[in-house]
């Protein structure tokens, strides 16, 4: 077994200012966050937004125009962030690395000046942040801005048409009206919305959760091995989805080929036992949930020899023993813990399926079941897609056909219905 505390694993240590990440939360781990400072007094506010940011785990690289370098020094975002400031574009094609396809997680204008919305809304980019926006408006990358200008300024006809242009395309935190000024959203609020928008929950938060994912290997000698095609794909995206909810999860792992989330605390394992082992061991912690969904060995070699096998013999005949399952041990170890099993099956009828769901639901007296055929012909041609049940004692609820993100999230949202 194999302990990996994803915290310190994931800082640079180049820059002390970095010291700070995650230590409010692990919701935003992973993302990669710009925060283009436009030329508005409220721009100071802008590194208190940074630093809450990273402190939930975000990557903030901050890019300024040429008027806030004239009330704020560049030094201080670099201080604040850790990371190069963007004051000009070079032959380094910055806003191609930042704004391009796919290449940040979240563009925030904080604060947006009437200028800044005007050269959005009509395609002008003569500044490093104008220039950031109009590629990532075009690459889709999500776009929050927070406007902050005169209250006349906000009520001039030409800002209402722009808003007005851009509102369903981007989006807008309101501006707070107080001394006939349209003043930025405070820092906190604007921290608010972001974790909400990538999926802070008042229910997940701070929710003890224990998952398993991946699938297990079982040894025939030292070097050859039974196993099976699970890549832990659904599980990590699922762990991933509760660690940005705000929830505290342990993932032990087996040996799959999806990287764990950033954010968790990663217990690696090889073998069905190590993972019972470690399980069992975890649960002398208390949890509120816990989540089987590692494709685990049914059954193991009697026997694995302990020296590589001639592989000159013609056959060999390897005996197979039963394997315990570790979901019939969990409500016996946490009564009040909500259990979340999952069942993969083959070529079933749906009736078949939920039967089989429904069994297995008694059998190990779990809460719920996420059932799913990984043996019909549209999976087999588009693994990173599926359908799942959800079968509890009261109903059954299918996902419908979908990727596997989206499949993440709507069981994501059926366990915070469970603790509701």
């Keep these: 077994m194999r302990l990996v505390d994803e915290k310190k694993i994931t800082k640079k240590k180049d820059h002390p200012s970095l010291d700070i990440v995650n230590s409010y939360g692990f919701e935003l781990s992973g993302k990669k966050i710009v925060l283009c400072v436009a030329g508005s007094v409220a721009a100071y506010k802008a590194i208190e937004l940074a630093r809450l940011l990273m402190r939930h785990g975000a990557d903030v690289t901050c890019v300024a125009t040429n008027s806030v370098t004239k009330l704020v020094q560049p030094d201080y975002f670099r201080w604040a962030t850790g990371n190069e400031v963007i004051t000009k574009l070079t032959g380094k094609l910055e806003h191609i690395r930042l704004a391009d396809y796919n290449q940040s997680d979240l563009i925030v204008v904080y604060p947006a000046t009437a200028n800044t919305l005007g050269k959005l809304a ?3 980019d003569d500044t490093p942040v104008s220039t950031i926006l109009t590629v990532g408006f075009g690459s889709k990358i999500p776009i929050l ?5 005169h209250a006349s300024m906000y009520d001039n006809l030409a800002v209402k048409k722009n808003i007005e242009f851009l509102k369903n395309k981007i989006e807008f935190l309101t501006p707070q009206m107080i001394e006939e000024k349209a003043k930025a959203t405070e820092p906190e609020d604007v ?5 909400k928008k990538f999926g802070s929950s008042s229910i997940l938060k701070n929710k003890k959760i224990l998952m398993t994912a991946g699938p297990t290997i079982e040894y025939i000698d030292p070097v050859r091995v039974i196993t099976n095609q699970s890549s832990g794909k659904t599980g990590v995206l699922l762990a991933s989805e509760l660690v940005s909810a705000g929830s505290k999860v342990t993932l032990v792992y087996g040996p799959g ?3 764990p989330p950033i954010g968790a605390k990663i217990i690696k394992v090889l073998t069905s036992k ?4 470690e399980v069992k061991k975890q649960m002398k912690k208390k949890f ?3 989540i089987m969904a590692a494709a685990a060995a049914d059954y193991t070699p009697k026997n694995p020899s302990k020296q590589k096998l001639d592989s000159t013999q013609k056959s060999i005949k390897i005996g197979l023993k039963k394997v315990p399952k570790i979901i019939d041990q969990i409500k016996k170890m946490q009564k009040n813990v909500i259990l979340v099993g999952f069942k993969a099956e083959a070529n079933l009828s749906k009736k078949d399926l939920i039967g089989k769901a429904h069994k297995k639901l008694k059998e190990s007296n779990a809460d719920m079941i996420v059932a799913n055929d990984i043996g019909s012909s549209r999976y087999k041609k588009n693994p990173n897609n599926n359908e799942v049940l959800i079968v509890d004692s009261k109903k ?3 996902s419908g056909w979908k990727n596997k993100q989206k499949i993440a999230k709507f069981i994501r949202k059926e366990i915070e219905n469970k603790l509701k």
């Design 122 to 124: 009509n395609g002008i």
């Design 145 to 149: 801005m927070c406007l902050a200008m």
């Design 191 to 195: 921290l608010d919305y972001i974790l």
């Design 257 to 259: 080929i999806e990287k």
């Design 274 to 277: 190590e993972m019972h082992d």
């Design 288 to 290: 509120d949930v816990v």
């Design 396 to 398: 059954i609820k299918s």
